[in-house]
């Protein structure tokens, strides 16, 4: 909503604050002022003058040669402007004047002839294009008639008016009107609004005897009232108010036209004018369209509709789109002479529908979509109709023809002081609180301190105590209240152990070299199908699609941070960073249903991606390329600082390389997996080499809620022996260190792979494994005849499992 | 005897003086002190002097074996200590080359915003709590007093699943989760952080993924200034002592009244400048007292319980504080970026 505020003062007094100032205290009260905006640069030196001659100039075709007569003198001027003509009435810049932008006004010789001014457009002025009405928009501006010469132009242009551009909350829509801005500003100021003047002087001829209302559809228009003026002459609307319109940020088009918008933003409701002559019968039918009815509106735009749709009709043709466009046959143009007044209200839901499906969001249709006053639906017709007779020649009819169902009774809220500071933590009195509704213009009866107050139909946002409680405490200063903390029961904050976990968890990939990554939850479809875990898969039945997306690569909830993740690294790749180790954790989003009806599960992971070098040391000649294992120590880090333990098992999945990839388990369940993406998905990512993991987040949380145990730190010596086994080169060390650990029996504590051999000394095909064997009983000293039994049972087994010979 | 004595030690102490190397010392020592040495012989002929010059020689011939003993043990120490020197010299390297690298990662400026925040909060007695990011209508709009038709709904566009399940737009749902777990008889203080959504093109300003911090307060005798108070708190610890706090009335569906927080601008403390549009002031939070209809709706009578709620965002928050110009940079994972607000 923009304010002029010179239009502002007709309603009440500012006071002398500043728009700055006052722009400031408004903020503060509820509604933010989001821009001020100077009209125009001050000018000086420019006044009204008459044209007495406006001959050629002798030496130049397309320039005139004028006298224009600025009270005092007369001034001889060159001017090119086409519409200028001898007899107008226009701005003149004497030599001295600064026009917006620096432009400085001296007297000068155009053509061999002196010219001592400039004659001025709007633009030239410093009103924007946009405002500047038609007839007036390639040339010169032409003031009316009466315009007295010689005066100042700045008053006559509205050029020193200020404009605040408020930011509407959507329950402050009794701001989108002056008198709802002047009652908010009368409130913060302490004055008084000063209203318009409704009278209204009508000829004995009745509307009702010449129109006839019928309301069909009665929910979506519970008031139609229509006003007929006659005698209407169209022509252009005075300059103050073309003034007040184009600082609302309105176009002027003409007197009938500016009326209707010049009430529209004075009183915040909406009115249409129709020419009577062209409306097609004397009849108005307010009704649903029919489905595929057309009707062509005021933009020339043929639109079909359908019962969704309210219409205005002269009883068979639809004349309006109720509320948000009037239709073009029946538009007010040049030639009018009678003119239709509609002043209605109709239902916001109603408005928006239509104005939605049309796309056609206007001044009109907000008004109504946000709940227009339902006392002032009539008062503003009568207003229009009183400007219609003053400023367009009309004789208006006497009374309204109207169908009147509106509801405009007034509601009540009760308080009181007690409840208000108890609420607000305040100490206001009883004669405070009278002093704040006495700002804000509203009705009580007092009671001590209980305040019946009545609501005024402007205010619809106020339905409740609490919202009493806003308009009281937002008057009394939000500032005024003082600084408290709660008074009430204490709690002990604290993280639960899954928040404890959770950080740690991702403190420990901080401290294992990677950098947490936030990537998108939504992601293409195909994408949410890659890279899921074995365990997710399973539950996972189809994915998880928004109904509109607003474009494919965000369309879909993922079922793994990977894909996300790997296209942060071709982003970055792209940009020369090649080194790159990432971890993130996140949702998955798991539906469980074919069809989905119920939210889907959601499911922490903790996922990471690493590719290029990996402790690059290059003064050392040492640069390790990041590989399996790796990424696989880091992995195992986090286990061992969780104290888990647990298995991982080759295995092949669609997007991983089927030779480096194992899936991981814990005590039997799938907890993820990792290993190298599949060349193929690399190519697809435009990325280099890159190892990945994913694991299950809450299968670890509910591992970790359990209690740890205390495991006795051993006071005995240990004993180790070390083991070298010779096996076929397809089995995997983690399955003899399996046979290893169920054969060796209790003592056994630790095991550890320290070499891994292929080539000379040993017949092709078969690899030497070596393990470190760790044995200790926390309770006494070993003896070297317990762990040989253990060693030799360990020979036994591996032998008969996986036929390993002892390394000679 | 006792010349011989003399002229021994001089000469001994002259040997030691000269020796350069610890081999050189460790002859002076065997030719001086050894078994055959002549100290050793002066006391093996001991028994060939008279009762008084005994005691007399002895004495001497002990002391100038100290003495001896003594000059040989501080030359072997001067000795050992400058081969030691030696070698540490020829040890030495170029202490100015990069050492050898350990891999350091590091948290996203989010997370560390986050967690800042909920630190804050835990210091004045909130729970964290979480919530889904896919939502219910119910608990989204419905629960939070925006029914089907409001037209504030229009605020905020969303991104629906079904027409009932929709990517939650706010962490305020958490509120009537919360409120609901603890039925209505029990104060909930909490606060709760986690990813929102909403139908918006990604620009250097929007993104359609982003992070809220909503907070909830409901007991008995809640008051507006309480309101105030916490988030004063909660402000000048943030963002620093010096700054102040102002709020203002707003209007959110969920809350009565409403406040919009600033605070002031960290640049010109107040006196308008261009990073706070003039106004000396920098929206920070919207919040307020919680509305009736989302008590009563979770179980809790507003005539006993009152409460306040208030959300922020840690996108917002970052891009002020550490002047993050674009909010894109949140989501590429640029390493560059990440690696810019590496904290200890």
Known sequence: MLVSLNWLKQYVDLGGHTPEALADKITKTGIEVEDITYIAEKSNHVVVGYVETCEQHPNADKLNLCQVNIGDETLQIICGAANIAAGQKVAVAKPGAVLPGNFKIKKAKLRGIESNGMICSLQELGIAEQYVPKDFAEGIFVFPDDTEVGRDVTEYLNLDDVILELGLTPNRSDALSMLGVAYEVAAILNEQVTLPDETLQTIEDKASDHVSIKVEATDDNPYYGAFLIKDIKVGPSPLWMRNYLIAAGIRPINNVVDITNYVLLEYGQPLHAFDFDQFGSNQVVVRRAKDQEEIKTLDDQTRELTTEHLVITNGSEPTALAGVMGGADSEVTEQTTTVLLEAAYFDGKRVRITAKDHQLRSESSIRFEKGVDPNRVKRAGMRAAQLLAKYAGGQVLSGVAAYDQLDCTEKQVVITTDRINARLGTEISNDEIAIILKKLAFDYEQTGDAFTVTIPTRRQDITIFEDMLEEIARIYGYDNLAYTLPQGSQQAGRLTNQQRLKRSIKQYFESAGLNEAITYSLTTTERSQMLVSPEVAQVAVSPVRLSMPMSEEHSTLRLSLLPEMLAAIAYNNARKQDDIGYYEVGSIFASQEEQITVQPKEKWRVSGAVTGKWLHHPWQQEAKQVDFYVVKGIVEGLFERLAIRPTFRQVELTDMHPGRTAQIFIDDASVGFIGQIHPRVQKAFDIKETYVFDLDLDHIFAIHDQEPNFEKIPRYPSISRDIALVVDERISAGEVEATIVSAAGDLLKQVNVFDVYQGEHLEEGLKSLAFNLLYFDPDRTLTDDEVEASYQAILAAVKEKHNAQLRG | MQEKLQ?????????????????????????????????????????????????????????????????????????EEAALNEQLKSETIDVTLPGRPVQVGGSHLLTDIVTEIEDLFIGMGFEIKEGPEVETDYYNFEALNLPKDHPARDMQDSFYITEELLLRTHTSPVQARTMGEYKGNKPVKMICPGKVYRRDTDDATHSHQFTQVEGLYVDKDVRMSDLKGVLNQFAKQFFGEEREIRLRPSFFPFTEPSVEMDISCKVCHGEGCSVCKKTGWIEILGGGMVHPDVLEMAGYDPEVYSGFAFGMGPERIAMLKYGVDDIRHFYTNDVRFLKQYHQA
């Open chain 2, 7 to 79: 002229a021994l030690q001089t000469e001994a102490l002259e040997h030691v003086e000269q020796a350069k190397t610890l081999a050189d010392l460790q002859n002076v020592r065997v030719s001086y002190l050894g078994k055959k040495g002549p100290i050793t012989e002066v006391l093996r002929g001991m028994g060939k002097l008279s009762p008084e010059e005994r005691p007399v020689i002895g004495e001497l011939a002990n002391k100038v074996r100290e003495a001896i003993t003594e000059a040989l043990d501080t030359k072997k120490q001067n000795l």
